[in-house]
């Protein structure tokens, strides 16, 4: 079974907005079995639109369309289905009611446009969409499928979780498939790939693995087809403890954990507080960790101090540390952590100081070289990092390493 | 001139990666009076590159390609070009001396496989890659174009920037266009479009304006098309003096500006240094001044204190006032400002306290209510936000709003 995806509208064609949509639809498709063979984004007029939707009715019995339903696109999208199935447009009572109940509910009223944009094509199935004022429509053409949701990120996520992702299920009942995604965090692809080739090598023909690495992180996706959902579950069950049992310190979590989220847990869990105190990382450390919600539950606050001054006043880093050592080394992050863990009188302490770059290295301290200590009162983990030369990366990296040594800190010591 | 850009490659069809190449290859092209009226992504077979080269070949003299070059994907896409035009591939020397020496530069010995990559297809004009192994590739049959290029990202960018605009240019040379982008932030779209509604209406039929929102800020691009390059740019100048002379409060940069870096410029001019007290935010307001290189020059560090001991121990915000008028409130963020300056000792501050959400609202302050405060010893500005329930959004969205009350700050006390 294949589906295209057909998005409308000049915004990705002039490049001022980047697709997101396509990638995070193909990535569910896949999930059910449904592969993509082909995504495209044309311009919002009526030619071609329908020029496109023949050439991949051509192709493939599924189309997905995002796109030009929005009221300053004047609904060319709606209207040129209507045009390209020959049908008319009708009142569509409960959408208008849905609609009118959501802006008495913000004490507005309706206007005109509004009963406009609930005319719906006379055969398309209406799809409710609650999170906006624009529904889906699921048109049907002897088996030839083709779904129309706004472009909009969460209404088109919304409407795919809730309405078309069970539809097409219905319609299209394959072979069931089942999933299971092993997140590891430390080690690179290859490296990984090392350490479970025999198991990779061992995977039943209906068993299938894919690397997806991202910046210091690598997602494990074991997918399974066959006849029996229960027995593919358990399959995957038993790869997946296979998975776990050869490579055990890099794996953090499954499906849709962060790391943040993980940490977090785990902090949770055993009641205790943390702080960070951050030199190169300039203070994203805080941001990742305060970007979960409830993080006030566990994160206390965060010193950021880039100079050697605020490094002496906020963290009580001696100045012949700072002097013998330099700001960039093992003594000083360890100085950092001690000092931190005393103002805030956290449990546990990160502290952080490197040089991100572009300038500030030297010979013996190249851009790249970083370290971070990681510790409570009675033991601290230290790390030395040696990066490249984008800013942007050895910080984020930093910070990503940073959160996963505060994870094996916590699954060692507490 | 039309352009179609087709990406080849199963990443993107199954979602593992997003499609952010063809945005930027779009705004390129745009920039360049190109207009792009389709995007395709296809698997990585010969039989669908054909097909889409026919299809797309039909439609537009001028095809984009990335993709499909790398040494793991078996150069599907340079033997399905010399297939499709029937040619043969030849032994490329120079691509061979650059990519040895290359390799020697790494200390290391090139393979076979690498001697392989250097055939090239005998009617491409090939384009020198600096950034990576494989070179780009322009074919030229009889004025139908199509251009392939690797599709990591920073190397189908050295490829655009350097080889293949400026061929395009030379083979295509349509009238003159050039481009003029004010950047604004602190009001939206709909407003700005309002203040400036009697310019747009007064603009020639040769200048366009688009409205770019993004968060916060929304980026003016005039384009202008005639015959004389240096009238047209003459023409946009003065067109630009009047929107900024429209909206001068919003206008804060030009071009690739960012409000980080103009801030970061307008403290180094006048020589003041800054830190900030975060709350809500978490850190992000110091991870994005951190974000510039050379920021070291006039940032000096953070406190983000979550808690309210915190907030009192670190920042000498008094009990009081904390338990007067609660931690999201004007006087708490004065009073985090005053601590702020004293403890760290620079000249500007930015102090931000408020309810991220999802939860920790109330009636009185719901989620989404945060207060900041940016000044010096002299002087301090304070706003309220009252934001909607993303936690994601709100942080962000303040974090933006912040910064730029330090720029007019610094415009207006400094």
């Known amino acids: 079974m294949t589906a295209h995806i057909l998005t409308i509208g000049d915004e990705i064609l002039i490049g001022q907005i980047i697709d997101s949509n396509s990638a995070w639809m193909a990535e569910q498709l896949n999930l059910q079995g449904i592969r993509v063979t082909k995504i495209i984004s044309i311009s919002d007029t009526a030619e071609a639109i329908i020029k496109a939707l023949d050439a991949s009715f051509a192709e493939t019995d599924l189309i997905l369309i995002t796109g030009g339903l929005g009221p300053t696109k004047d609904d060319i999208t709606k209207k040129t289905l209507a045009q390209y199935y020959g049908t008319g447009m009708s009142f ?47 048109f049907d053409n ?13 209404e088109m996520k919304y409407l795919m979780e809730h309405e078309v992702l069970p539809l097409i299920a219905k319609t299209f009942p394959g072979k069931p498939i089942t999933h299971r995604t092993i997140l590891t965090i430390g080690e690179g692809e290859s490296r990984i790939a090392h350490r479970i080739q025999d198991i990779e090598e061992g995977l039943p023909e209906h068993i299938k693995l894919a690397y997806l690495p991202n910046l210091g992180q690598v997602r494990l996706r074991l997918s399974a087809t066959g006849d029996n959902l229960a027995v ?8 997946v403890a296979l998975i776990r049992g050869q490579i055990p310190e ?41 970007s979960i919600p409830g ?10 101090a ?22 960039v080394s093992e003594e000083t992050v360890r100085a950092m952590l001690k000092g931190l863990l005393e103002k805030l009188g956290t449990d546990i302490g990160i502290a952080i100081s490197g040089i991100a770059g572009p300038g ?18 009675n033991k601290t983990d230290t790390l030395k990092l040696q990066l490249g030369k984008s800013r942007s990366n050895n910080i984020k990296y930093t910070a990503t390493k940073a959160m996963d040594m505060v994870r094996r800190f916590l699954l060692e010591n507490v």
Chains 1, 2 share one sequence.
């Open 232 to 239: 593919l579950k358990e399959e995957l069950e038993a790869q």
């Open 250 to 290: 890099f794996v953090f979590g499954y499906e849709k954990d962060t790391i943040e989220n993980v940490v977090g847990q785990l902090l949770l869990k055993n009641r205790k507080s943390i702080a960070t105190a951050e030199s190169c990382t300039g203070g994203l450390v805080a941001h990742r960790i305060t």
């Open 360 to 377: 500030g290295g030297t010979p013996e301290k190249p851009v790249g070289t970083i370290w971070i200590a990681v510790g409570n009162k």
């Open 92 to 138: 569509h009572e409960p959408s208008f009611e849905r609609l009118s109940g959501m802006f008495a509910r913000w004490g507005r009223a309706t206007t005109a446009a509004h009963r406009e944009q609930c005319f719906m094509p006379d055969n398309a199935v209406i799809l409710t969409n609650k999170t906006g004022t624009a529904p889906g429509m699921w």
């Open 306 to 327: 880039y100079s050697y001054a605020l490094k002496e006043k906020l963290l009580n880093v001696s100045p012949e540390i700072l002097s013998t050592y330099g700001a």
């Open 142 to 154: 002897e088996g030839k499928i083709a779904v129309s949701m706004p472009g909009v990120p969460y």
């Open 295 to 304: 993080s006030s539950a566990y994160f206390e606050g965060s010193v950021v």
